[in-house]
């Protein structure tokens, strides 16, 4: 991985050629990575940060590595006004269901070895907290399936959420950007946090993502079905969780005491 300017997202690589943001589009006449005004009012009204959002296949992306399906920029689902998120943890209003159960990974062919250790280190981690929900390596089939991003990504990794009761069911990986270095360290903690939105939590710092990010504060508000805080975690600033938003290169975030709380109150 080369070296970052600052903090680069778990989803974007601030070197050259890779762009950390797209311009909004304009009078809803879409360009190639922009997104109409109609879709960043429905981004906007799940309670998810529209600045920077990507136009992507299958949806768009949105706060550096989250995938927004169009299902679920067409949906309506009911709602009350939750607390706005600062830095603590929070979750999803969909989570895996059918609890104790066992979620498989497979990691595809199209990814380097490394990418197998790096699976099997995130397993370790979240098996270590004896949760209901555990999980186990496949060589085929999976119910989330890490494979290669398409060539030109602008992101390091990218996942979406649970839906009918089962964890979203890919992550995409740009193992170009990422490299293979620190395979159980620093690609572990990437792969870990993608998992983690696969299950249904949030960025730790999504409502002030410049804390582990930098640049401008970006507040959407109350949200739909985007933040509820998980009772038990703090509203001080949590620095080393795995959900914040952006990591420096070559960092490892195994779960701190924080994300143990919101892990074990979730599942």
Not at 28 to 43: D, F, L, M
Not at 88 to 114: C, D, M
Not at 190 to 197: D, M, Q, R, S, Y
Not at 213 to 231: F, H, K, Q, Y
């Amino acid at each position: 991985m080369k070296t970052f300017k600052v903090l680069a997202p778990l989803a974007m690589l601030a070197v050259t050629g890779l762009s950390l943001s797209s311009c909004q589009e304009k009078a809803n006449v879409e360009v190639k990575n922009e997104v109409s005004e109609a879709t960043v009012n429905q981004i906007k009204a799940l309670g998810f940060t529209a600045a920077g959002a990507q136009k992507v296949e299958g949806g768009v992306l949105v706060e550096g590595d989250i995938m927004l399906t169009n299902e679920m920029l067409a949906s309506s689902p009911d709602y009350s006004m939750l607390r706005v998120g600062q830095d603590e943890q929070y979750r999803t209003t969909n989570l895996v269901t059918g609890l104790p159960r066992t979620i498989t990974i497979r990691v595809a062919s199209s990814l380097p070895s490394a990418y197998i250790t790096a699976t099997d280190e995130l397993i370790r981690r979240y098996n270590a907290e004896n949760l209901r929900i555990r999980f186990s390596r496949v060589t085929s089939g999976g119910n989330i399936v890490l494979s290669a991003a398409p060539s030109g990504s602008s992101y390091l990794a990218s996942a979406g959420f649970p839906s009918g009761g089962n964890p979203y069911g890919s992550v995409s990986v740009n193992s170009a950007a990422i490299g293979t270095a620190n395979a159980s360290t620093y690609i572990a903690t990437i792969l870990a946090h993608e998992v983690g939105h696969c299950i249904g939590f949030r960025h730790t710092d999504y409502m002030s993502r410049q804390y582990s990010c930098g640049g401008s504060a970006v507040n959407e508000g109350a949200s739909t079905v985007g933040a509820i805080l998980v009772p038990g975690t703090p509203s001080s600033p949590d620095p080393n969780s795995w959900m914040l938003a952006c990591i420096g290169s070559g960092a490892n975030r195994p779960f701190n005491t924080n994300d143990r709380t919101a892990l074990n109150y979730i599942y």
